[in-house]
């Protein structure tokens, strides 16, 4: 079963993308894991003690995140997604962990120059634009199996005092 190294957004920020996502398409069924960025997935399972210290090469404070435009890949399915601003912390993160996983078979969307930043809506179209910018945190790191999504491991970042 695949894996993935995800960042989660903290509450108040994962309600507004749930927000704008029943906006776009009421009828979609409820997402079966919050949302989130994938920074890393792999199809290999025997890889998960791999992908858990890696984690480690996470920063330890939350990371800002703002998502500002409404995407999708063409698919099939299609999938309608949020793409974040431009920020090189997070893009920062995802080379650590290709670096530390170095050796691990990666899925092709993992690597550079494939690896897209975004924040998953539902599978199915709307056009692309601009939306109501959604400023938020990244609070957590999970290792995740999927599919169905099972955390199993979770970080949770603590803000700078």
Do not use: K, N
Request: with cysteine; aromatic share 6%; charged share 15%.
């Amino acid at each position: 079963m695949p894996l993935a190294i995800v960042l989660r957004l903290d509450d108040a920020a994962a309600a507004a993308v749930r927000a704008v996502a029943g906006r776009l398409w009421p009828e979609a069924p409820p997402p079966e894991y919050p949302p989130h960025v994938t920074l890393i997935r792999t199809e290999d399972e025997g890889a998960a003690p791999r992908l858990l210290a890696a984690m480690r090469a996470l920063p330890a404070a939350p990371l800002q995140i703002r998502l500002e435009a409404l995407r999708h890949f063409a698919g099939p399915p299609p999938v309608c997604w949020l793409a974040p601003a431009p920020d090189s912390t997070l893009a920062a993160c995802h080379a650590a962990l290709v670096t530390a996983l170095a050796g691990v078979a990666l899925h092709p969307h993992s690597q550079a120059p494939d690896w897209t930043p975004h924040v998953t809506l539902f599978a199915g179209q709307a056009q692309d634009g601009p939306v109501v910018p959604i400023e938020g945190w990244l609070v957590a790191a999970e290792l995740v199996r999927f599919p169905p999504p099972v955390p199993l491991a979770r970080r949770v970042f603590i803000p700078a005092a």
